[in-house]
């Protein structure tokens, strides 16, 4: 099937899921997980076939255990499957009710946005955790994973479309796409298409972002700040930069840059240079830093540059106006942290930082949806519209505005027959 | 100044506004109110060389009469203004508070979008409104309006940035751009601009749509369908028809076409089609519906055409579930209108019709951001994303996370030192 037949297919079964009940829809990911228990055998095999493939390529270590998918991925999806289902439905909430009239009832009532593109790289268990999160939220999906992980992903695709169609689901909800090719032309197909998520490198996700007009959600860059203020507990700043460095290092929420106020830049830098050294941590820093601790020159190029690995780019600075500057200019407004016992300066820092996630003494590493309570998590944005910074189902869904009368006509507001009331209902949508 | 330099002024300025209190841009409001009336001839003079230069050109009287911008306009912008006072700011709500453990607390909290691009066409009020909105929300904005209303919109602009600024909102708050070129260059920078608002012809916004990354918000299309259904009143039903058809034709909101269940087609058409004609509308209809009543063929094509206009095509269908897969498949996901007793056909159209707004028994004129009660209009929005239907000021914002710890480290949680409570807070962002 080309994919222009596949997207519209998509479309016409997002329509019916849609309006699945939030009881069909758990039977349907209750059935998705069975399935995969049931054909274990074949997907571990699928997998083997892929691992075996990608070692004979020489890929790096790294990379062989993201795509590895084994019975312990299995169990780990498993029970992401059982997590989501005991999570609510985020379609069929009033969000806002309002009497217009005598009879003329309107609702805000929430729904699944349509249809999804998933585009991820080498990790097969993305697949099963983004496919269950739509359904969940009632939306089709077109997957296209890394082509190191094809046989896993269209055991895993097959598995689970079929439990899903079997259980009620649509014809179509969950389709694999096969290439590159197929990418390109799912980017341009906006009438089709109601959002984007890509989930892998930073080149992916802004190639995604340069190349469609569908809405994308996710972010490029985590190019993380911890801001240490003249008004800092000093010990806790410490722990706070070591941990937003150094407890996961590959990840969009560490940090990668330490701002310093030059009045405890003295007091601060040379201690935690010495953890930062026991930790593991090559550290670059400006002028005033080097003039502190003997570290190599950081370049303007450092500010821009997310290491996702053992490096900490220091720079002190004498204002915390300039530190805001610096962030909102360097930065990709993920997560950024301020450490001072100074309120004022906390709430400075929370409203003219430009970022997703504002963070007062504490670590950057909680910028997670897990973490935020979210429940599951569908990725992290950095947009500016429809959801921003960590997103949970409710980035899945978009809303209806559901309007009941008994006839009334515009002409009699107009020509002053009749008011509108504009009260609000304190009451969910139903039909009666 | 160049494009890329408005917008990083309209960034920086954004930065600043965002943290405007209510009362610093409700008097920032007020004050462009009095700037308004004080330069009153000034506007008016301009507004006059662009009225004689247009009836020069031959512009149609219709364009004419939206360019005009005299002592009447005047007074309803102002009071649009006023209105705007007495809304609530959208800014600063705390919208979810969650204690994540001891003294670590999270809370998403509403702010400003940042930059909003706005480009409208010969309605020179547009400026006026949308340059307000956006700073009652917390947005710098860079406004292009249409060549045939250049000497009017530049000395709004002018009296408006100015009489804003001098109340203390930043430099560069708004601004005007001059050139089609600029307006181009504009839809690329995407790390400057958050959104970009078009107000005009389904040419303009499809032409936007189809050449930025960044989200647009608006309509191209509005293709309004009634549905009489098999149940429905049919005087009720002939009722609706005519207002959504005829009580302002020009409109977004207004039916273009109307879908009739095979059922009652016979009994329905023939008195509808009277008073059609008698409204002055041109009628158009399938071989079924030409069958019942003498009326020209309506092509294909017409089930894709907002006339905008005293046009209405008519198509008898068989079922409701075609209905549905006629008005998703042709329409533009706008407003659609179901006649019916028969709750259980409301329920089927209120789940399947994917779009905006979906009404039962009521005018499809109704859909529109004063009638819903939202106090202002930003817009009507077809998008999946965002915001859905007629949009008030909370389209023009956003939230971010603030997240208040303690020293708080996740190396801790993740080593099960210490558990996440995630207890749901009832209690406003502050900084105590």
């Given at each position: 099937?080309?994919?222009?037949?596949?997207?519209?297919?998509?479309?016409?079964?997002?329509?019916?899921?849609?309006v699945q009940s939030s009881q069909a829809k758990n039977a349907a990911l209750s059935a998705i997980a069975s399935a995969l228990s049931a054909r274990a055998e074949e997907i571990i095999a699928a997998n083997r076939r892929d691992l075996a493939a990608a070692e004979q390529a020489g890929i790096a270590p790294a990379v062989l255990k993201r795509l590895n998918f084994g019975e312990a991925k299995l169990a780990e999806?498993?029970?992401?499957?059982?997590?989501?289902?005991?999570?609510?439905?985020?379609?069929?909430?009033?969000?806002?009710?309002?009497?217009?009239?005598?009879?003329?009832?309107?609702?805000?009532?929430?729904?699944?946005?349509?249809?999804?593109?998933?585009?991820?790289?080498?990790?097969?268990?993305?697949?099963?955790?983004?496919?269950?999160?739509?359904?969940?939220?009632?939306?089709?999906?077109?997957?296209?994973?890394?082509?190191?992980?094809?046989?896993?992903?269209?055991?895993?695709?097959?598995?689970?479309?079929?439990?899903?169609?079997?259980?009620?689901?649509?014809?179509?909800?969950?389709?694999?796409?096969?290439?590159?090719?197929?990418?390109?032309?799912?980017?341009?197909?906006?009438?089709?298409?109601?959002?984007?998520?890509?989930?892998?490198?930073?080149?992916?996700?802004?190639?995604?972002?340069?190349?469609?007009?569908?809405?994308?959600?996710?972010?490029?860059?985590?190019?993380?700040?911890?801001?240490?203020?003249?008004?800092?507990?000093?010990?806790?700043?410490?722990?706070?930069?070591?941990?937003?460095?150094?407890?996961?290092?590959?990840?969009?929420?560490?940090?990668?840059?330490?701002?310093?106020?030059?009045?405890?830049?003295?007091?601060?830098?040379?201690?935690?240079?010495?953890?930062?050294?026991?930790?593991?941590?090559?550290?670059?820093?400006?002028?005033?830093?080097?003039?502190?601790?003997?570290?190599?020159?950081?370049?303007?190029?450092?500010?821009?540059?997310?290491?996702?690995?053992?490096?900490?780019?220091?720079?002190?600075?004498?204002?915390?106006?300039?530190?805001?500057?610096?962030?909102?200019?360097?930065?990709?407004?993920?997560?950024?942290?301020?450490?001072?016992?100074?309120?004022?300066a906390a709430a400075s820092f929370f409203g003219l930082v430009d970022s997703a996630d504002v963070f007062w003494n504490c670590s950057s590493r909680f910028s997670d949806g897990y973490r935020f309570g979210l429940g599951a998590e569908v990725g992290i944005s950095t947009n500016k519209v429809h959801a921003r910074g960590p997103v949970g189902l409710e980035g899945l869904v978009i809303y209806k505005w559901l309007?009941?009368?008994?006839?009334?006509?515009?002409?009699?507001?107009?020509?002053?027959?009749?008011?509108?009331?504009?009260?609000?209902?304190?009451?969910?949508?139903?039909?009666?």
């Amino acid at each position: 099937m080309d994919m222009l037949h596949m997207a519209a297919l998509a479309k016409s079964a997002a329509v019916k899921l849609g309006v699945q009940s939030s009881q069909a829809k758990n039977a349907a990911l209750s059935a998705i997980a069975s399935a995969l228990s049931a054909r274990a055998e074949e997907i571990i095999a699928a997998n083997r076939r892929d691992l075996a493939a990608a070692e004979q390529a020489g890929i790096a270590p790294a990379v062989l255990k993201r795509l590895n998918f084994g019975e312990a991925k299995l169990a780990e999806v498993r029970r992401g499957i059982e997590s989501l289902i005991a999570l609510p439905d985020p379609v069929g909430k009033t969000l806002q009710a309002t009497e217009l009239d005598d009879g003329l009832e309107l609702y805000q009532v929430s729904c699944p946005l349509g249809v999804i593109g998933m585009i991820f790289e080498s990790r097969p268990d993305a697949l099963v955790q983004i496919s269950t999160l739509c359904l969940k939220s009632g939306n089709a999906v077109l997957l296209k994973g890394g082509s190191e992980a094809r046989h896993t992903n269209q055991i895993l695709a097959q598995v689970i479309a079929a439990a899903g169609q079997e259980a009620g689901m649509p014809c179509g909800w969950l389709q694999l796409l096969e290439s590159r090719a197929e990418v390109s032309e799912m980017l341009h197909l906006d009438d089709y298409i109601d959002l984007i998520v890509p989930r892998g490198s930073n080149e992916l996700v802004k190639y995604i972002q340069q190349n469609t007009s569908i809405a994308v959600l996710g972010h490029a860059d985590g190019i993380c700040h911890v801001y240490v203020d003249a008004a800092a507990d000093l010990s806790m700043a410490r722990q706070i930069v070591l941990d937003s460095k150094t407890q996961y290092v590959s990840v969009c929420n560490a940090a990668e840059t330490l701002l310093v106020h030059e009045a405890v830049a003295e007091a601060f830098l040379p201690e935690l240079w010495a953890e930062l050294q026991r930790a593991g941590v090559r550290v670059l820093g400006c002028p005033a830093t080097q003039a502190i601790i003997p570290v190599e020159a950081a370049s303007e190029q450092d500010w821009r540059t997310e290491y996702l690995d053992y490096v900490l780019a220091i720079r002190v600075l004498p204002t915390l106006t300039e530190a805001i500057e610096h962030i909102n200019h360097y930065g990709s407004h993920h997560t950024d942290v301020i450490v001072t016992a100074d309120s004022q300066a906390a709430a400075s820092f929370f409203g003219l930082v430009d970022s997703a996630d504002v963070f007062w003494n504490c670590s950057s590493r909680f910028s997670d949806g897990y973490r935020f309570g979210l429940g599951a998590e569908v990725g992290i944005s950095t947009n500016k519209v429809h959801a921003r910074g960590p997103v949970g189902l409710e980035g899945l869904v978009i809303y209806k505005w559901l309007l009941k009368g008994q006839g009334q006509l515009v002409a009699d507001y107009a020509q002053g027959r009749r008011k509108f009331t504009h009260r609000a209902l304190d009451r969910k949508f139903s039909l009666e």
